[in-house]
């Protein structure tokens, strides 16, 4: 049996999975309350709850649920997963990696958690005007896709009189992105400034951000410098200069 409960604007659906699941429980009750929140929303927030009694899908279930990924694949924002059983739990943690939305598993008692989890902004990024040329971009926490979006409000405003800029990324307190749809609008971010990028530094401690400092360098075909955290103040100066 499939229960389903939205907040106050429609965004945010909670799902209550207990007993046999049968596709006429996704027919009749989930796809149309899915659907319906997509007309008003161009995704939603999807908190499944696992109760205790849940036995598992029927084979039309399964395959509704497949299809039911499919159809909506960017209809969804985030995913939380509230289950005690183990084998949910795995089976969630082995596909998040493949969705293109943030997804986290929680227990039955930490429900709360999960809530908060669904409304709150998991990182952010700040756009700061350097003076003169330059630029500085911080990410922080783990990124999802709404984030990018304000962020590319900030920068056009930022580049509205601009020929060309100098950026400084500042990657000191980033956690990586949540989903493939985060990734993307990272890359989508990027491109629509790469012809008026004059000058690039990354600012980090990984290792993987310095490969992608090198990447970039080529990748861009201007002029990108790496340094750590503690030099921060060197890569401002970097930039200015020349």
């Not at 161009?42 to 205790?52: G, H």
């Not at 969705?99 to 958690?113: H, S």
């Amino acid at each position: 049996m499939i229960a389903v409960h939205t907040n106050s604007d429609g965004a945010l659906i909670e799902v209550e999975l207990s007993g046999q699941v049968t596709s006429a429980d996704y027919a009749d009750v989930l796809v149309p309350a899915i659907e319906a929140a997509l007309t008003e929303h161009d995704s939603v927030r999807l908190l499944a709850i696992v109760q205790p009694e849940f036995k598992g899908y029927d084979l039309g279930a399964a395959w509704s649920d497949t299809k039911l990924g499919l159809s909506h694949w960017r209809g969804f924002d985030r995913i939380a997963v509230v289950a005690d059983q183990g084998w949910v739990q795995t089976s969630i943690r082995l596909a998040a990696p493949i969705l293109p939305c943030p997804v986290q598993v929680f227990e039955l008692a930490e429900l709360e958690a999960a809530r908060r989890w669904m409304r709150e902004s998991l990182g952010s990024i700040h756009v700061t005007d350097l003076e003169g040329p330059c630029v500085q971009i911080s990410l922080l926490g783990k990124l999802d896709p709404e984030e990018y979006k304000q962020a590319e409000r900030d920068l056009d405003a930022l580049l509205h009189d601009r020929s060309g800029f100098r950026l400084l990324i500042d990657l000191r307190e980033f956690d990586g992105w949540q989903g493939l749809s985060a990734l993307a609008a990272h890359f989508r971010l990027a491109s629509r400034h790469i012809g008026q990028l004059d000058r690039a530094a990354i600012v980090g401690d990984k290792s993987w951000q310095h490969m992608a400092q090198r990447v970039a360098s080529h990748v861009l075909g201007t002029r990108t410098q790496f340094f750590p955290s503690e030099e921060i103040e060197n890569a401002k100066t970097w930039l200015a200069a020349g």
